[in-house]
């Protein structure tokens, strides 16, 4: 199908438009033009669309100016103008028919070449219209001619939807079967009103033109806008696809960069956890109150250390989708409880008055989440807060229960509000930090914000500087849980315990971690064999030992790809009458412990351990509760 070659393009920086090289043609045809290849291949699906009507309404025309004039026109002429109008009509569908087997195949020179051969045939057709109206002109009545002209227009007029998109073809066609009828009108003398009724006949003939160049307008702007549909739908498909893979970028990345955080942190602990095993045997060995305090010094800046590697860790696995909320009703008194022992210690060095309210309300929410919650905001309370206290409470709203932490501290300036939730953002007070103060890497308020967005939980707070801060976090209020069964005797070992005559297994593949243990279990009087790998140990097994070990001490991830759950099942199956109490130490905090520590019976501790926690953790597996079920 032909198109003008005066084809809109788009204009500089409207959707679709492309700069025009027209040098890149290598047969000299500008860039413009190859673009336009795809515009004449619409025109040409537009021509194949409509030719089967075209063809229905040559047959219907044939057919009327055949009955109409049978009887009045020479047998010669009537039967030469059919036979050349049937041969027509036959050879357009011909023509038609090759397109359809041209189309199939995507052949776009042969598509280009069946437009050239549709063209000859259409303007052919048409003077066979226009031989018609000379021909048959003044025979019979008046209504006879005006039937003739009617046809012929119509014909015409037929046209303008077929050629909407060919100008110069559409003019050409309505020259030859038009242009003649008007002559033959205005030359008949013998018709009285032959110069109105050709002055009509012309009216309707540029009439005929403007309808054509209107649709011709009409039909180029609709493909126009079709191909730039296209284009921006192709364009959005690629940029889908970009976004897409993007995407899976960055998930890859993101758990890169917690595997890389927890692989990090599982080898910095390492030294950490050794550094205060044998800072704590070192304490055992002097009486020296100098050597107490640093050795309680560097027992602080591992515990401070440990804490950074938990923020860092927790912004990992939040940001990377790895923490999933499990909620659930949770009585406060017990949480309440957890703190209180946690931070009172604290709270009483400094002078401050810890107080927890509202421990009889319930609430449905993640006990792990709202507890990292609570810690971080009691944490950062104490903290900042050198005068007065810290409360935390909790108070009904309807069917929801308010948690508010309270501090008289120093405040936050009305400035800073909006940015303290934001990562290693720290607020600037109006004096110099407390060395309690430099711990942070201003993530603390980050995870909480995190951590209560997954919960789906408002997060709000006011502080007014000099007087102090309040936190409020806004849950849904729960049912009453069934209270947990009551371990008989009670939870408190004493820390003191001597371990005299006990022996116990420790296997830890780190030398330095593994001397520590020895150094400090010896120092509390407990009879050591030390093993460094899983191998080690079923040697140890072979060679029938004479007693049960007291308690395991078994590092979670061993050499040869082996865990300390498998060293567990060893030593077990080799004492199957004993029940063998078990601490696992692990570096790595990536979670799906506490599920295995159920299933395989032990404790579980996450390096650094302070020796204080290990001598406690010890005390509670020998002492109160030997082959506890409870995951610790």
Known sequence: MATARSAVVPAAGTPGAQPVDRDAAPDGEPAIERRRIPREIDHLRALAVQTPASLAGNAIGLTLLGAIFWPLAGRGAMLAWLGCGVLLWLMRLAHHWRYRRASQHDDDDALHGWRKGWRALVVAQGAMWGVAAWLFWGLGEPYHRLALLLIVYSYCLGAVQLLAGQWRLFLVLSIVVLLPAIVRVASDDSWPWHWPLAGVMLL??????????????????????????????????????????????????SQAKTQ??????????????????????????????????????????????????????????????????????????????????????????????LTLRGGERVVHADPVLLERILRNLVSNALRYTDDGGVLVGARARGDRVLLQVWDSGIGIAEASLPRIFDEFYQVQGQRPPGPQQRKGLGLGLAIVRRLADLMEAPLTVHSRVGHGSVFALELPAGETPQAPDQPAGGLKAPIGLALDGRLVLVVEDEAAVRDGLVVLLQAWGADVLALDTAEAVDAWLAAAPPRAPDLLLVDYRLPEARTGIEVLARVRAHWPAVTLPAVLVTGSTMGGHEAQAEQHDYHLLIKPVLPARLRAMIAYKLGLRQGSQAAG
Request: proline residues 4%.
């Open 260 to 353: 890389f955080f927890a692989a990090a942190s599982h080898d910095l602990r390492q030294p950490l956890h050794a550094m205060g095993l044998f800072a704590e045997a070192l304490r055992q060995r002097s009486r020296d109150p100098e050597v107490a305090s640093l050795v309680h010094s560097i027992n602080e800046s591992v515990d401070a250390l440990e804490g950074l590697f938990a923020e860092l860790l927790d912004i990992t696995r939040i940001d990377s989708g790895g923490v999933e909320p499990r909620p659930q009703p949770l009585r406060l008194r017990e949480l309440f409880a957890r703190l209180r022992l946690h931070f009172e210690p604290l709270a009483f060095e400094k002078g401050l008055l």
């Open 204 to 253: 309707l003939f540029a009439l005929a033109l403007l309808m054509g160049r209107t649709a011709g307008t009409a039909l180029r702007q609709a493909i126009e806008l079709k191909t730039r549909t296209d284009q921006v739908a192709m364009q959005l498909r690629i940029d889908k696809a970009e976004a897409e893979a993007a995407r899976r970028a960055a998930e890859a990345a």
